[in-house]
Nanobody, 120 residues
């Protein structure tokens, strides 16, 4: 059974940086696509950054130029580098991985979420 393990969240001052990681434990499948989402209290979950199966990336306007999404297929691990953090980036961050089997079937998994708090 595949389990996504997130790490890297925490408390940081405005202007600081954090790097989130999300590893797919127990998986023998390849990473097909992935993304990072966040949800602030009282708000809906929103896409922060994503990479599709073609390798193209997209970012929410609010994080463009500050956040970078990347992945290591060999480790089935994806990352979100967050620089120049702002208090409005405070939220629980979730990773989503789409894994693909050799026969082409895809499976979507979500991480448990990691808290990011940016103080002013």
């Amino acid at each position: 059974q595949v389990q996504l393990v997130e790490s890297g969240g925490g408390l940081v001052q405005a202007g600081g940086s954090l790097r989130l990681s999300c590893a797919a434990a127990g998986s023998t499948l390849s990473t097909y696509a992935f993304g990072w989402y966040r949800q602030a209290p009282g708000e809906q979950r929103e896409l922060v950054a994503g990479r599709n199966s073609a390798g193209s990336t997209n970012y929410a306007d609010s994080v463009k130029g500050r956040f970078t999404i990347s992945g290591d297929n060999a480790k089935n691990t994806v990352y979100l580098q967050m620089n120049s953090l702002k208090p409005e980036d405070t939220a629980v961050y979730y990773c989503k991985l789409v894994l693909r089997s050799q026969n082409g079937a895809t499976y979507t998994h979500w991480g448990q979420g990691t808290q990011v708090t940016v103080s002013s």
